[in-house]
Protein backbone atom coordinates (compact mmCIF):
# COMPACT_ATOMS: atom_id res chain seq x y z
CA UNK A 1 0.00 0.00 0.00
CA UNK A 2 1.70 3.33 -0.85
CA UNK A 3 1.94 5.80 1.31
CA UNK A 4 -0.40 8.93 1.88
CA UNK A 5 1.76 12.27 0.46
CA UNK A 6 -0.11 15.34 1.18
CA UNK A 7 -3.58 16.27 0.16
CA UNK A 8 -2.25 18.75 -2.64
CA UNK A 9 -3.11 18.26 -6.39
CA UNK A 10 -1.76 16.58 -9.10
CA UNK A 11 0.18 19.23 -10.36
CA UNK A 12 2.02 20.17 -6.57
CA UNK A 13 2.39 16.50 -6.73
CA UNK A 14 4.97 16.40 -9.52
CA UNK A 15 7.00 18.43 -7.30
CA UNK A 16 6.92 16.35 -4.25
CA UNK A 17 9.11 13.57 -5.12
CA UNK A 18 12.53 11.97 -3.85
CA UNK A 19 14.56 11.98 -6.74
CA UNK A 20 16.64 8.98 -5.32
CA UNK A 21 19.38 7.30 -7.24
CA UNK A 22 21.22 3.88 -6.81
CA UNK A 23 25.08 3.22 -7.42
CA UNK A 24 26.01 0.28 -8.63
CA UNK A 25 29.74 -0.45 -7.94
CA UNK A 26 31.78 -1.38 -10.90
CA UNK A 27 35.80 -2.24 -9.71
CA UNK A 28 38.14 -1.81 -11.80
CA UNK A 29 39.40 -4.49 -14.55
CA UNK A 30 42.96 -5.15 -14.60
CA UNK A 31 45.58 -6.58 -16.58
CA UNK A 32 46.89 -10.13 -15.82
CA UNK A 33 49.74 -10.17 -18.19
CA UNK A 34 49.04 -7.90 -21.03
CA UNK A 35 46.75 -10.35 -23.13
CA UNK A 36 44.10 -11.16 -20.44
CA UNK A 37 41.73 -8.58 -17.80
CA UNK A 38 40.57 -10.06 -14.42
CA UNK A 39 37.88 -8.37 -12.38
CA UNK A 40 38.71 -7.68 -9.08
CA UNK A 41 36.95 -9.50 -6.04
CA UNK A 42 33.71 -8.05 -4.77
CA UNK A 43 35.47 -6.36 -1.46
CA UNK A 44 34.15 -3.71 0.85
CA UNK A 45 35.47 -0.16 -0.22
CA UNK A 46 36.60 1.91 2.62
CA UNK A 47 34.57 4.78 4.11
CA UNK A 48 36.14 7.36 2.21
CA UNK A 49 36.31 5.06 -1.05
CA UNK A 50 32.42 4.40 -0.95
CA UNK A 51 31.84 7.79 0.19
CA UNK A 52 33.84 9.76 -2.73
CA UNK A 53 32.24 7.21 -5.13
CA UNK A 54 28.44 7.51 -4.06
CA UNK A 55 28.96 11.17 -3.98
CA UNK A 56 30.28 11.84 -7.15
CA UNK A 57 30.41 15.51 -8.54
CA UNK A 58 27.39 16.12 -7.20
CA UNK A 59 28.16 19.00 -4.05
CA UNK A 60 24.83 18.48 -2.31
CA UNK A 61 25.56 16.70 0.95
CA UNK A 62 24.18 13.49 1.07
CA UNK A 63 20.93 11.76 2.07
CA UNK A 64 21.64 7.73 2.42
CA UNK A 65 18.72 4.86 3.04
CA UNK A 66 19.59 1.82 3.00
CA UNK A 67 16.42 -0.83 1.80
CA UNK A 68 15.41 -3.97 4.42
CA UNK A 69 13.09 -7.12 4.16
CA UNK A 70 10.18 -4.88 5.02
CA UNK A 71 10.56 -1.56 3.45
CA UNK A 72 12.12 -3.20 0.23
CA UNK A 73 11.02 -0.93 -2.44
CA UNK A 74 9.59 1.39 -0.69
CA UNK A 75 10.36 4.91 0.92
CA UNK A 76 8.97 3.65 4.18
CA UNK A 77 12.02 4.14 6.40
CA UNK A 78 11.96 8.49 5.59
CA UNK A 79 7.89 8.90 4.98
CA UNK A 80 5.95 8.27 7.59
CA UNK A 81 1.91 6.72 7.05
CA UNK A 82 -0.79 9.08 7.76
CA UNK A 83 1.82 11.98 8.55
CA UNK A 84 3.18 15.39 6.64
CA UNK A 85 5.50 14.52 4.47
CA UNK A 86 5.63 17.55 2.28
CA UNK A 87 8.64 19.46 4.31
CA UNK A 88 10.69 15.88 3.92
CA UNK A 89 10.19 16.15 -0.16
CA UNK A 90 11.28 19.95 -0.29
CA UNK A 91 14.18 19.26 2.21
CA UNK A 92 15.28 15.90 -0.13
CA UNK A 93 16.07 18.81 -3.09
CA UNK A 94 18.41 20.12 -1.32
CA UNK A 95 20.50 16.69 -0.79
CA UNK A 96 21.76 13.73 -2.93
CA UNK A 97 19.53 11.11 -2.34
CA UNK A 98 20.90 7.38 -2.28
CA UNK A 99 18.91 4.63 -1.56
CA UNK A 100 20.99 1.30 -1.43
CA UNK A 101 20.09 -2.62 -1.15
CA UNK A 102 19.42 -4.84 1.46
CA UNK A 103 22.33 -7.13 0.74
CA UNK A 104 24.47 -3.90 1.33
CA UNK A 105 24.62 -5.24 5.06
CA UNK A 106 26.47 -8.12 4.23
CA UNK A 107 30.88 -7.82 5.17
CA UNK A 108 31.80 -7.78 1.26
CA UNK A 109 29.57 -5.25 0.03
CA UNK A 110 31.33 -2.40 -1.40
CA UNK A 111 29.40 0.19 0.09
CA UNK A 112 28.97 -1.30 3.83
CA UNK A 113 31.55 0.58 5.15
CA UNK A 114 29.57 3.56 5.02
CA UNK A 115 27.13 2.83 7.54
CA UNK A 116 29.36 3.25 10.97
CA UNK A 117 26.99 2.90 13.97
CA UNK A 118 26.14 -0.14 15.87
CA UNK A 119 23.48 -1.29 15.75
CA UNK A 120 23.58 -0.30 11.95
CA UNK A 121 21.45 3.09 11.12
CA UNK A 122 18.60 2.56 8.68
CA UNK A 123 19.47 6.18 6.79
CA UNK A 124 21.63 8.89 7.41
CA UNK A 125 22.29 12.34 6.44
CA UNK A 126 26.10 13.67 5.98
CA UNK A 127 28.08 16.02 4.56
CA UNK A 128 29.42 14.95 1.23
CA UNK A 129 33.03 13.98 2.56
CA UNK A 130 31.13 12.41 5.51
CA UNK A 131 32.75 14.41 7.80
CA UNK A 132 29.47 15.35 9.59
CA UNK A 133 27.20 12.20 9.47
CA UNK A 134 23.48 12.26 11.62
CA UNK A 135 22.78 8.62 11.63
CA UNK A 136 18.60 8.28 11.76
CA UNK A 137 16.34 5.50 12.02
CA UNK A 138 12.38 4.91 10.34
CA UNK A 139 11.28 5.27 13.84
CA UNK A 140 12.67 8.86 14.54
CA UNK A 141 10.08 12.00 14.72
CA UNK A 142 10.12 14.27 11.88
CA UNK A 143 11.36 16.79 14.07
CA UNK A 144 14.61 15.11 14.43
CA UNK A 145 14.97 14.12 10.92
CA UNK A 146 14.29 17.81 10.17
CA UNK A 147 16.80 19.38 12.37
CA UNK A 148 19.63 16.38 11.04
CA UNK A 149 18.66 17.78 7.61
CA UNK A 150 18.95 21.97 8.60
CA UNK A 151 22.41 21.09 10.74
CA UNK A 152 24.24 19.21 7.56
CA UNK A 153 22.57 22.19 5.11
CA UNK A 154 24.10 24.58 7.59
CA UNK A 155 27.42 23.23 6.63
CA UNK A 156 26.98 22.94 2.89
CA UNK A 157 24.77 25.90 1.93
CA UNK A 158 25.23 29.91 2.33
CA UNK A 159 21.76 30.52 1.90
CA UNK A 160 18.92 29.38 4.39
CA UNK A 161 16.06 27.30 3.38
CA UNK A 162 13.26 28.65 5.87
CA UNK A 163 12.17 31.25 3.41
CA UNK A 164 12.41 29.21 0.40
CA UNK A 165 10.57 26.85 1.80
CA UNK A 166 7.77 29.35 2.64
CA UNK A 167 8.07 30.68 -0.63
CA UNK A 168 7.09 27.53 -2.12
CA UNK A 169 4.77 26.34 0.18
CA UNK A 170 2.54 29.37 -1.14
CA UNK A 171 3.30 28.57 -4.80
CA UNK A 172 2.49 25.04 -4.14
CA UNK A 173 -1.15 26.20 -2.56
CA UNK A 174 -1.25 28.20 -5.93
CA UNK A 175 -1.12 25.45 -7.79
CA UNK A 176 -3.58 23.58 -6.32
CA UNK A 177 -6.20 26.66 -7.05
CA UNK A 178 -5.50 25.86 -10.44
CA UNK A 179 -5.87 22.59 -10.47
CA UNK A 180 -9.20 22.94 -8.82
CA UNK A 181 -10.17 25.77 -11.42
CA UNK A 182 -8.93 23.49 -14.32
CA UNK A 183 -11.40 20.63 -13.13
CA UNK A 184 -14.31 22.95 -12.68
CA UNK A 185 -13.34 24.10 -16.06
CA UNK A 186 -13.07 20.51 -17.77
CA UNK A 187 -16.23 18.94 -15.98
CA UNK A 188 -17.67 22.02 -17.44
CA UNK A 189 -16.39 21.63 -21.14
CA UNK A 190 -17.46 17.73 -20.73
CA UNK A 191 -21.20 18.82 -19.90
CA UNK A 192 -21.13 21.12 -22.64
CA UNK A 193 -19.89 18.41 -25.48
CA UNK A 194 -22.85 16.39 -24.03
CA UNK A 195 -25.21 18.53 -24.17
CA UNK A 196 -24.38 20.71 -27.21
CA UNK A 197 -21.66 18.87 -28.94
CA UNK A 198 -18.26 20.31 -30.80
CA UNK A 199 -19.76 22.81 -32.35
CA UNK A 200 -21.23 24.74 -29.55
CA UNK A 201 -20.21 28.33 -29.56
CA UNK A 202 -19.55 28.42 -25.78
CA UNK A 203 -16.47 25.90 -26.50
CA UNK A 204 -13.83 28.71 -27.60
CA UNK A 205 -14.06 30.65 -24.79
CA UNK A 206 -13.65 27.99 -21.87
CA UNK A 207 -10.70 26.09 -24.36
CA UNK A 208 -8.79 29.43 -23.80
CA UNK A 209 -9.81 29.72 -20.00
CA UNK A 210 -8.33 26.11 -19.78
CA UNK A 211 -5.06 26.75 -21.96
CA UNK A 212 -4.31 29.88 -19.75
CA UNK A 213 -4.57 27.78 -16.63
CA UNK A 214 -2.46 25.48 -18.29
CA UNK A 215 0.15 28.56 -18.70
CA UNK A 216 -0.39 29.47 -15.41
CA UNK A 217 0.51 26.28 -14.00
CA UNK A 218 3.83 26.02 -16.32
CA UNK A 219 4.41 29.41 -14.49
CA UNK A 220 4.21 28.25 -11.25
CA UNK A 221 6.27 25.50 -11.21
CA UNK A 222 9.31 27.61 -12.98
CA UNK A 223 8.93 29.85 -9.88
CA UNK A 224 8.72 27.04 -7.75
CA UNK A 225 12.15 25.69 -9.15
CA UNK A 226 14.04 28.75 -8.72
CA UNK A 227 12.70 29.51 -5.12
CA UNK A 228 14.13 26.23 -4.22
CA UNK A 229 17.74 27.25 -5.63
CA UNK A 230 20.10 27.90 -2.56
CA UNK A 231 23.78 29.36 -3.05
CA UNK A 232 26.37 26.25 -2.11
CA UNK A 233 29.25 26.85 -0.23
CA UNK A 234 32.41 27.66 -2.46
CA UNK A 235 34.15 24.98 -0.36
CA UNK A 236 31.63 22.22 -1.47
CA UNK A 237 31.74 23.80 -5.30
CA UNK A 238 35.65 23.48 -5.50
CA UNK A 239 35.22 19.53 -3.47
CA UNK A 240 32.61 18.29 -6.27
CA UNK A 241 34.71 19.88 -8.96
CA UNK A 242 38.22 17.92 -7.91
CA UNK A 243 36.31 14.90 -6.50
CA UNK A 244 38.79 11.54 -6.62
CA UNK A 245 35.99 9.67 -6.77
CA UNK A 246 35.25 8.00 -10.23
CA UNK A 247 31.41 8.60 -9.62
CA UNK A 248 28.78 5.62 -10.45
CA UNK A 249 29.91 4.01 -13.93
CA UNK A 250 26.46 2.96 -14.29
CA UNK A 251 24.21 4.76 -14.22
CA UNK A 252 26.25 7.71 -14.68
CA UNK A 253 26.74 9.77 -11.75
CA UNK A 254 24.13 12.81 -11.18
CA UNK A 255 24.45 16.42 -12.14
CA UNK A 256 23.30 18.96 -9.11
CA UNK A 257 19.30 19.67 -9.84
CA UNK A 258 17.42 23.15 -9.50
CA UNK A 259 17.78 22.35 -5.85
CA UNK A 260 21.79 24.17 -5.63
CA UNK A 261 23.58 26.62 -7.91
Known sequence: ??????????????????????????APEVADDGDTVARQVRRALTREEALAYIAGDDPRPLLVLRECKVCNGTDAALLKFGAENEKTFLLSTWFHCVKLPVDVMEQDHPFHNLFQVEPTEHLFVATRDGATHRALESETSRTELWKSMGEVMKLTYDDKSDSALKAVGKLLDKLDAADERWNELSDRRDEILEEDGPGSRKLPKLEAKIAELDAERGEVLKEIAEAMKLKLKAVELDEAASSAGPGPADPPGPSPPGGAR
Open 1 to 26: MPLPVTARGPSARTVLNIDWQFPVWK
